[in-house]
Each structure stands twice: as C-alpha cells, then as structure tokens.
C-alpha cells in the first residue's frame, strides 16, 4: 500500500495535507484499495462547517457505503468536484485526483494529533 | 472512514464451511468474505472489471456453496411429487432439459427458488445455500415417502458465463460425455467429460448471459478449473460481479427479492408456472396464488432506477413524494457497471407499479428521485436456439 510520507492520516484512513494554512483531505490508498470500486461520493457544499472526527460526507463503492469523518474541524473552502462524475479517481490516485475536500481549520493543533506515515503503515499492517 | 451500512450483514461467526476451491481463491488473491456460512470470493481484481469481463467474454464463478440433491425413483412419481410441492409442471420436462421453479408454503410465500433438471435416470435440483437445509427438511418431510432424496456432496458447482463461454466450453470437453457443447441451447442439460472427468453441465446461469453451469466432482474441481482459467478469455469473479449481474438481468436474489412472505405472484415469476398448474393448483399455497392471478396482487416486483447518481440499496423505503408516507420498498439495489448507473429492485402498490412512475426513495434520511422502469435493465443474451421448445 502507497503511504506518502508527507502526509498525516487519521485512525479512520483520511490523509490530510497542509497546504498554507488549509488542509487538503483524501481516503488513503489502503481504504480505497478496502472500499473496491468507488461509484458515488457525497461531499458538502462549500462553506459547511464540519468537526474533526465526524461524518461529513459517504463514500460508496459497488457494494458498501462507507462514512467520511473530517481529520480536522473547520469550514470547507474547496470541493472536488470532478468526483461527481468520475468518482472512480478515488481508486485510481487517491492521494492526487481523488481528494475530497479543503478544509480551513478552525484549530491548526489538531493536525499534531494526526499520525504520521509510519505510525500509520503500523496501523495498517504494512 | 467507516464502514456504515455496508454488506457485512452476515455476522461473521462460528465455523465457515468451505467450497472445495477454498485455497484457489487465496491464491487468486481473492478477497474472502462470510456468505450463507461460506467463506467465499467477493472479489479478486474488482467487482467492476469481473462485471464487465463477464458480459463481454467469460466469468468463472464458484458457486459451490449451493446444493444439489438428486431425486430417485419412477420418473413419474417423482415428477408427480415435484409438482405437489412446486407450481411449475415436471410431468412432461423432457430428459436433458432444465426448468426454473420454487418451493411454496401454505401462505403462497416461497422458500426458495431453484432448477431442477431431469437426467438420464434421476431429476436434480440446485437450491440456494442460504436455504438448502430447510429446503431438504421440507422436500423429505413432503415427498420423502415417495421419493429417494440424495444430497450429493460429492459434487461442487461452478458457473462459467458470457459470450465466450461456450468457446471455452467446446474447446475443453471431449465428446466422451456425449453432449454437443455448441448444440445445447438455454436450458439443455448433458454429460461431457473434462481433463478425462464426467461433468455435467446445463446451459445456464444467473448472469443474464450465455454461459454453462457445472457439477463436478469434488475432488476433480480445482483441476477443473485451472484448466478453465488457463484459457484466455477466462476471468475469476467473486460474489460483487454476481450480484451486479444478476441485479441488472433483473433475476431474484433469495433472502432480498423473494422470501416466505412473498408470492410468486407479486415477484413477477408466474411466467414460470405453466399453463395447467396455474389453472389446476394442487400445490401448497394454491388458493392465495390462484386468487392473486384472477384479481390481481396488491404490490408487485419493478425495477428501479434512481434519477441521479446515488445508488438506492436494499431496505431503503419508497413513497410517492419525498417525506411521504411508506408505501414500497427496494429490495436489492446498487450499481450497475454496465448501465453505468444506479440501479434497484423493489416492491410497489400494483397502482405505482407502470413503468415511468416517479417515487422517492428513503437513503439514509435523505429523499432520492426514483422512476419505475422495466426489467431487466440489460438485455438477456440467453441462447435459446432456432426453434422455440
């Protein structure tokens, strides 16, 4: 499994990216590799404000339906939009072209909280 | 992420039996998963790519997991006694053909659904794993006074199925076992031999496609097989790409679709009740279904297709407008690879039942546009031969 070690993850298997002040969140290619083929996303509107570890949007591949939980609180600032109608980028560069979404968070410090490439490729038995 | 509503409803518990290609499958690199107490292949390389190389070349599925019993004793006797606990006519099945039918309860519901075939000397039934034990209770606790019942153990099943599976099928079996890969049509049953091995095959499946269905000896089956998926056209699919394909052929998952407390009647399978068991009865639960044919059932089985891209699965409550009280509801459901679309499966009031009606579906609390459409959703590409039989 592809663990980029410039990114921090979460127990739930989104990464986060820092990237000037914002973070930029995906499912890692382990989960999109435990989802299978992904057919339908569902991401909120810009402007939602969502919480670090809740539900903020599902993904869904052909035969399961899998909750997104945000690895930091704060407002989205950016969607992927491309993923409404290739939702398959998710399996396809789940690092890359499938991220999700931007979030401006409210409390940088729980990025601190985040694991970082090795503690998760621990986590994931890799 | 977490997993929420996913297809982990079979609790993984206890002991899981295993299919005799159990250590093929971890080969294969599959991705295993409890199923009607069988640790079976959901996937290998993914459930899309085993769809859509199913419908355009040949999936080879491991359906070991059903059972096979085959029925002993004077050829109408035990067609006799086949009718007396199926609506479907047995008395003229002809030798080397096969035919689709279901156990009925006193209430009209089905047990379950299944084929029986009739052989040279014995008829065979293949019902689902999730029910061959009831089903064997049932059928000897009906018709065991009169006919010998033999769970056939020895054998295993797999299904080889689309447009090149009889390709593969002619090119593999020697004429040993007598049957003419290439002249059997939909339906039709024989014996070839494989690698040296007695197999009997019937050309059908549950996929929608073309294709064959093998028992073959246990011992023999991974041998079998490797040499199917020796052949280029043959891909191993799991368990997602079955129940994709079956869904967009529009054919009844046991356990979803149909269950005790529904009719064949209102599943849309009266087509396979024949002529004078739906005029005569004489099966368990005759009089609710005969009723149901001259008035009409309450709510019937449609297809269903979401407007949008969200899929609408299994459980999900239909109404007549978002919010609106519960009327319907889908009863398989997901994504079609080759409709490239959602698709779904559900019951309705026989009034919301016409093509083109518009409903709402309940997705986890939120309303999702839905339209009644026909089944299937992709055509069938059965072989049915020349002439009608």
């Keep these: ?23 930029r969140v995906g499912i890692t290619d382990y989960a999109q590799d435990s989802l299978g083929d992904v057919v339908y996303v569902d991401l909120p509107p810009v402007g939602t404000e969502v919480e670090a570890s809740a ?27 491309s993923l409404t109608d ?36 621990e986590l994931t038995g890799n | 992420m977490a997993e ?31 199923f009607a107490g069988y640790d079976m292949p959901v996937q290998y390389e993914g459930v899309k790519s085993e769809h859509l190389h199913t419908r355009s070349a040949a999936g080879l599925f ?27 006519a047995f008395t003229r099945l002809g030798q080397g053909r096969m035919r689709y039918s279901f156990l009925t309860n006193e209430a009209g519901g089905i047990i379950d659904d299944l084929m029986v075939s009739r052989l040279p000397d ?70 070839v031999e494989i690698t040296g091995v007695p197999v009997g095959i019937s050309r059908s499946g549950y996929t929608g496609e073309d294709g064959f269905e093998l028992a073959v000896p246990v011992d023999a089956a991974e041998g079998i097989v490797r040499s199917l998926l020796a052949q280029p056209e043959v891909a191993p699919a799991g368990l997602g790409a079955r129940d994709t394909l079956r869904l967009e052929a529009g ?42 044919l001259r008035e009409g059932p309450r709510r019937v089985r449609v297809g269903i297709r979401p407007t949008g891209r969200r899929p609408v699965r299994d459980h999900s409550s239909l109404a007549a407008e978002p919010g609106g009280p519960p009327v319907g509801t889908v009863t398989s459901g997901g994504f079609g690879p080759t409709v490239d679309a959602p698709v ?8 919301m039942s016409e093509v083109g009606t518009s409903l709402s579906a309940d997705v986890r609390g939120r309303p999702e546009e839905v339209v009644v459409a026909a089944l299937p959703f992709v055509p069938h590409h059965y072989h049915r031969g020349g002439a009608a039989r």
């Design chain 2, 4 to 34: 929420s509503s996913a297809e982990s409803d079979s609790p993984t518990e206890g002991e899981l039996s295993r299919t005799a290609l159990h250590d093929l499958h971890l080969e294969l690199g599959a991705r295993m998963v409890p």
């Design chain 2, 122 to 191: 014995r008829f065979r039934i293949v019902w689902n794993a999730s029910r061959k034990d009831i089903d064997l209770a049932h059928a000897r606790a009906m018709i065991g006074d009169r006919v010998e019942i033999r769970p056939r153990g020895d054998l295993t099943l797999v299904a080889l199925q689309g447009p090149t599976a009889v390709d593969v099928l002619a090119r593999l079996a020697t004429a040993g076992g007598g049957a003419e890969v290439e002249e059997m049509v939909f339906m039709d049953v024989g014996t």
């Design chain 1, 86 to 121: 290739t939702p398959e980028l998710i399996n396809s560069d789940p690092y890359g072209e499938g991220w999700l979404v931007v979030i401006e968070p409210s409390d940088p410090s729980q990025l601190d909280s985040l694991l970082d490439a090795a503690a998760y490729a």
């Design chain 2, 344 to 351: 779904a499966m559900g019951y309705v009031p026989t009034e």
């Design chain 1, 55 to 81: 539900g903020f949007g599902e993904v869904e591949s052909t035969k399961s339906v899998s909750d997104l939980f945000a690895p930091v609180s704060g407002k989205v600032v950016e969607v992927n939009e």
């Design chain 1, 1 to 23: 499994m592809d663990v980029p070690s410039d990114l921090l993850y979460s127990t739930d298997h989104e990464w986060a990216r820092r990237e000037d002040g914002r973070v």
């Design chain 2, 62 to 88: 491991d359906v070991g997991h059903m059972g096979v019993v085959d029925l002993h004793g004077d050829p109408a006797v035990v067609a006799e006694a086949l009718e007396s606990m199926m609506p479907s």
């Design chain 2, 251 to 292: 054919l009844c998952l046991y356990g979803n679709d149909l269950d005790e407390a529904t009719t064949p009647v209102e599943a849309g399978l009266v087509w396979a009740m024949q002529k004078r068991r739906r005029e005569q009865g004489g099966f368990p639960g005759d009089g609710t279904i005969l009723a149901q």
